[in-house]
């Protein structure tokens, strides 16, 4: 359906950010719902946000509420993750998914996902 190709992944300190991307190839994201999922040391994954790319509603999980931006970029075909206030909780293998079925998204199974990045939060 679609390649995704995740960046931006590192060590930070609590309290520090970090951008995560998501880049698309072989087609646009004009028609499809993007969401990053994470999956910590010994925890099942765990959605963290979503966002449909015609409209730009987005939807987060409450952990990340407040902290957490998920944007768009139609010029870069690309999806971002702005991590403010990154905690030692946060830290994780972040992963890009995205499906043109809003009802598979919500269920959390993707049609097409990345590679993940890793994200670790030093205390």
């Known amino acids: 359906q679609v390649q995704l190709v995740e960046s931006g992944g590192g060590l930070v300190q609590a309290g520090g950010s970090l951008r995560l991307s998501c880049a698309a190839s072989g087609r646009t994201f004009s028609n499809y719902v993007v969401g990053w999922i994470r999956q910590a040391p010994g925890k099942d994954r765990e959605f963290v946000a979503r966002i449909t790319w015609s409209s730009g509603s987005t939807y987060y999980a409450d952990s990340v509420k407040g902290r957490f931006t998920i944007s768009r970029d139609n010029a870069k075909n690309t999806v971002y993750l702005q991590m403010n206030s990154l905690q030692p909780e946060d830290t994780a293998v972040y992963y890009c998914?995205?499906?043109?079925?809003?009802?598979?998204?919500?269920?959390?199974?993707?049609?097409?996902w990345g590679q993940g990045t890793q994200v670790t939060v030093s205390s």
């Open positions: 998914a995205a499906d043109t079925a809003l009802f598979r998204a919500v269920a959390g199974n993707f049609g097409s």
